[in-house]
């Protein structure tokens, strides 16, 4: 399996357009990131964002659309009719940065529950789904009760609402562990076919896998014997220095 590096969560110590860079040193041929910009950005920020990563010869395998401000509890905004304009204007620019750098995952967090619209979030979905050059990914997230994808079968259950063929689950073992869905039913043909990306981290704390409690490794290797042979994104807090964080790797 490819293991690609989450530079929102890792190489945080650095500034945010030296961290591809980083990552390529430490030996990794793809990168992921979270929305990178505050709201909508202008040319020259895309710029900066696309040259640190086609400077570094890493591939940008994942990348998320406009999600508000995560540190203020916002949690998407595509269900928000008041945040449409943002929303979609952030889509086209998503779409615009994977035309240059060539990623086909784009990560769409709905948006808390509160205030939020059924309609608008299903019509948002599918103006994404239809304008994203790849796949849409659909996370369960934890630690945040108004939001409405909390396991698997939530975000399929969105998935088929929708309609759109290239909607999938992002299997972020950290969030479906700490909300205690059944990790191993992940590695079955039903719902390991609707997969679209897969993250890590373990539990308690959000470290690298091997400091908590989730057997992320273990799952890894189940994993790897499905044959699975898409990216893994590292998307853990580092219990450390970030390069001291990678220690697993060489012993899973």
Do not use: K
Request: charge should be negative.
């Amino acid at each position: 399996m490819r293991y690609d590096v989450n530079t929102s969560i890792l190489f945080t110590e650095l500034a945010p357009e030296r961290r591809p860079a980083a990552a390529a040193e430490a030996g990794f041929a793809g990168v992921e990131s979270w929305w990178p910009f505050d709201g909508v950005p202008g040319d020259s920020e895309v710029d900066r964002f696309v040259t640190s990563i086609a400077d570094a010869g890493v591939e940008l395998v994942s990348l998320n659309v406009p999600h508000g401000d995560l540190a203020a509890g916002e949690r998407g905004l595509a269900g928000f009719a008041s945040r449409t304009a943002e929303f979609r204007d952030g889509v086209d620019v998503a779409a615009g940065i994977a035309e240059r750098l060539g990623c086909s995952r784009f990560n769409v967090l709905p948006g808390n529950r509160t205030g939020a619209s059924r309609d608008v979030l299903l019509d948002n979905l599918a103006f994404a789904a239809g304008r994203l050059p790849g796949t849409v990914l659909l996370e369960p997230l934890s630690g945040a009760p108004d939001y409405p994808l909390l396991r698997a079968a939530d975000a399929l259950a969105l998935a088929d609402e929708v309609g759109a063929d290239n909607i999938a689950l992002l299997t972020d073992v950290y969030h479906l562990g700490s909300n205690g869905d059944d990790l191993d039913a992940l590695l079955t043909p039903p719902l390991l076919e609707r997969t679209g990306h897969v993250q890590v981290a373990d539990t308690p704390g959000r470290h690298e896998p091997g400091t908590g409690t989730l057997g992320v490794t273990a799952w890894l290797d189940r994993l790897a014997a499905t044959g699975y042979d898409g990216w893994v994104g590292l998307e853990y807090a580092p219990s450390g220095a970030t390069g001291d964080s990678f220690g697993w790797l060489s012993r899973h």
